[in-house]
Each structure stands twice: as structure tokens, then as C-alpha cells.
């Protein structure tokens, strides 16, 4: 069993080891899917109950990691703000550089995901100012924004990430684009 705030899904689980059944359960089912006697495996028990009784290592993490995402809001709704001295210390500097590598990988993986799809719509583009789609990118990064918004993201780094992010893929597109020739 692995407990996680901020996965990013991948996909369906594949590894089977010893296991009988792989499915991720949201913690909200937890409840139920024990209730039903669907946990029927050994560690996996021992994991679940650890959640629902917030103890052991991945409670305990969690909640270390709490006072940090979950502080005051900031003016205006953004970010969380909390002196340093509040969050620091909690974890080592090498366990949060864990943690940001493990999201990094997961970021990369999803950006190669988003890129099979942009140089699809680069294939059905007709000419630069189309590859360029400015109205397009502009809701895009938009979007972006509100949704860090939702998820706690300060929307100016999402807005900076993004129109850099959507500024790569326009020069992929254009060199995609030139190099297939297509009619412009
Ligand atoms: O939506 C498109 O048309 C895309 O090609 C994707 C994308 C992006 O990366 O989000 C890329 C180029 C355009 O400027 C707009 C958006």
C-alpha cells in the first residue's frame, strides 16, 4: 500500500507480484472497500489501518507536511504563507529534494504525454499562424491559472511555467511543421 497527496495517475497499476487484485482506492472509499471485505491481503490491511487510525510513517509524514500546505492564505487567496521556521526542519533537505525528483519524473512523464497530443494538433494545422493558435495559447495559460488557483499553485509561477511550456511546443510544432512540409 502506498498513501499519496499529489500523485499524478500514470495509469492502471502492472506490477502483480503476490497480489490477487491492483486497484488504487481513493482514501474516501477506504471505509467501504474494507466493509465489503475486499482487503483481504496481509500488508495491505496493516496499511489501511495505519491510515484510518493516522498513525504510522505515512500519517505521520502527512501530517509534518500539512502545516505547510494547509497554512493561513495568503492576501488575495494565493499561495499558503508560514515563517520558515514553521515548516523547517520538519524534513531533511535531502527528503523534500526526494520528493521534488519523484514529482519531476512524474512531470516529464505527463509532458510526454501532453506532446504525443501537441504534435497530433500540429498534423492538423494547415499553416504557422494555426500552429501559433495566440488566441489558444492565451486560454491555455488562463486555464492553468485558475487551476493553480484551486490546487494551491501560486497562478504567476503557473502562468510563467505554462507560457513556457506552451512556447516550447509552438517551436516544436514550427519544426514539425517545416520539416513535413506542410502547405502554408
Ligand atoms: O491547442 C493547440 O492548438 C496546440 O497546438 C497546443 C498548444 C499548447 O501547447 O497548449 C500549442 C500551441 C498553440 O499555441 C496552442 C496550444
Known amino acids: 500500500m502506498f498513501r499519496t497527496d499529489d500523485a499524478a495517475r500514470a495509469g492502471d497499476p502492472t506490477g502483480r507480484d503476490e497480489s490477487g487484485r491492483l486497484e488504487r482506492v481513493p482514501s474516501s472509499r477506504t471505509g467501504s472497500t474494507i466493509a465489503r471485505g475486499e482487503v ?13 487510525l493516522g498513525i504510522g510513517p505515512a500519517a505521520h509524514r502527512r501530517d509534518r507536511f500539512r502545516g505547510v500546505r494547509g ?11 508560514w515563517p520558515m521556521s ?5 524534513f531533511s533537505l535531502a527528503e523534500i529534494r ?16 501532453r506532446e504525443k497530443l501537441v504534435r497530433e494538433a500540429a498534423g492538423l494545422k494547415k499553416d504557422e499562424r494555426a500552429v501559433r493558435a495566440p488566441d489558444r495559447a492565451e486560454r491555455v495559460v488562463a486555464a492553468a491559472r485558475a487551476e493553480a488557483e ?21 517551436d516544436l ?12
Open 71 to 81: 497554512g493561513p492564505r495568503a492576501p488575495g487567496g494565493g499561495a499558503t504563507m
Open 98 to 113: 526526494e520528493r521534488i525528483d519523484a514529482l519531476d519524473a512524474d512531470l516529464v512523464h505527463l509532458l510526454a504525454r
Open 150 to 170: 484551486r490546487a494551491g499553485l501560486t497562478p504567476a509561477v503557473a502562468e510563467t511555467v505554462w507560457r513556457a511550456m506552451v512556447g516550447a511546443f509552438i
Open 173 to 184: 510544432e514550427l519544426t514539425e511543421h517545416r520539416r513535413e512540409g506542410a502547405p502554408r
Open 40 to 52: 483481504v491481503g496481509s500488508a495491505t490491511p496493516a496499511g489501511v489501518m495505519a491510515l484510518l
Open 86 to 90: 514553521q515548516h523547517r526542519a520538519s
